[in-house]
């Protein structure tokens, strides 16, 4: 680290008066480490991160750090998506990969091959796609098996890569870079009701183009739930121009209309939730056993809306979370309904036991 004198000279002060603190000036990657292991700070809450650019998997928290000249960074050019760990197996994690390949093709990261999951209009990449479909499904399989996390999620991240500060990747990013990490969490069933508000005009909903990739331009969705958050409530929902509703922040919204009718909003101008998707392809054993008369993927206007018998987010971490009163109007009886906990009965027994898990190969040093 430069001296005192050398970092004074540099212009430690302001005018005659004003003094400022002297930064420090690290010149090596070993000074910088030092700091960063010794640096106290609140409990890590990732347990494993993998980086492309180190090109494995890291463990020690305080090395768990994205370049700042990752396009991702500084330009918001990075797609992401996510999977649940549950009982030491990931739930559903090749319909998130198929979904994450596709958000890479649309925001020009990568080109899908044949052996991945095709988009209409994908652009040629830059370089040859570093990561198959099959190489990142393997990335993430033993980065959750190295955390020894066995309940939790994964999160992760392609970028248009480091290189430069330009606006676009062309010229100085040679190469996407892939980052994902693991969340250790205690997650259960939602089974309490939660309060929902329409998300303000100030903070209008994201055009379809973006909606529908899941990109890392989550600022109206911040802003979204932030205001929500203030307003007491636990989300927000999108309504769009001709009064029909949307989404949330974060998830889906799923409605149960006087006549027994599981409804969701279709996707063609929001994202398509894979959890949303799971529980249409469930809820049709609910029409069985005739506790719904039917499963639809509908518009629905929020006048509607606010007369169903019940209402809940759908999402990844939830899977269900019943909403009980949407901008102060009660939705059916103002409780947690019983077809909504049906619903997520059914998902979290797929969670547990269905087909779409795919348990991780812990070994004995890595179990918790």
């Given at each position: ?48 991160m993998y980086s492309s650019v180190v090109g494995g998997i890291i463990l020690d928290p ?161 802003l979204a739930i932030m205001d929500a958050e203030d307003r007491g409530a636990f989300a927000s929902v999108w309504v769009d121009g001709d009064g ?125």
């Open positions: 680290m430069a001296s005192y004198d050398e970092q004074a000279a540099a212009g430690g002060a302001h005018g005659d008066d004003e003094v400022v603190a002297v930064v420090p000036v690290y010149r090596s990657a070993a000074e910088v480490l030092q700091k960063l292991q010794e640096e106290e700070r609140p409990p890590y809450p990732a347990s494993a305080a090395m768990m750090q994205l370049p700042i000249d990752d396009h991702m960074v500084h330009r918001g050019h990075g797609v992401f998506d996510t999977a649940m760990i549950l009982d030491g197996a990931l739930y559903e994690l090749d319909q998130h990969l198929d979904r994450f390949l596709r958000s890479a093709a649309a925001a020009r990261i990568l080109q899908l091959t044949d052996d991945d999951d095709t988009a209409a209009g994908a652009t040629p990449p830059r370089s040859p796609p570093p990561f198959t479909r099959d190489t990142l499904r393997r990335i993430l399989v033993q980065m959750t098996a190295a955390s020894g996390c066995r309940k939790g999620s994964i999160r992760y991240w392609m970028s248009a890569g480091p290189g430069d500060f330009l606006l676009s990747p062309r010229a100085g990013c040679p190469a996407p870079a892939f980052y994902a990490v693991v969340i250790p969490a205690d997650y259960e069933q939602c089974r309490e009701g939660v309060r929902a508000i329409t998300a303000p005009a100030s903070v209008p909903m994201k055009p379809s183009h973006m909606a529908t990739v899941k990109n890392v331009n989550y600022l109206p969705n911040v029909f509703v949307a989404e949330g922040p974060m998830v889906n919204v799923a409605f149960v209309t006087p006549a027994r009718e599981l409804v969701l909003p279709p996707f063609h101008n929001i994202l398509s939730g894979c959890t949303a998707r799971r529980l249409l392809a469930l809820a049709p054993r609910l029409v069985d056993a005739g506790v719904l008369a039917a499963v639809s993927n509908r518009p629905i206007t929020a006048e509607e809306a606010k007369r169903s018998l019940e209402m809940a987010f759908v999402g990844s971490g939830l899977p269900v979370l019943p909403i009980v009163e949407w901008d102060g109007h009660a939705i059916g009886d103002a409780k947690v309904g019983p077809i909504m906990l049906a619903l997520s009965d059914l998902l979290w027994e797929d969670m547990k036991s269905g087909p779409h898990r795919i348990p991780v190969p812990y070994t004995t040093t890595t179990q918790q």
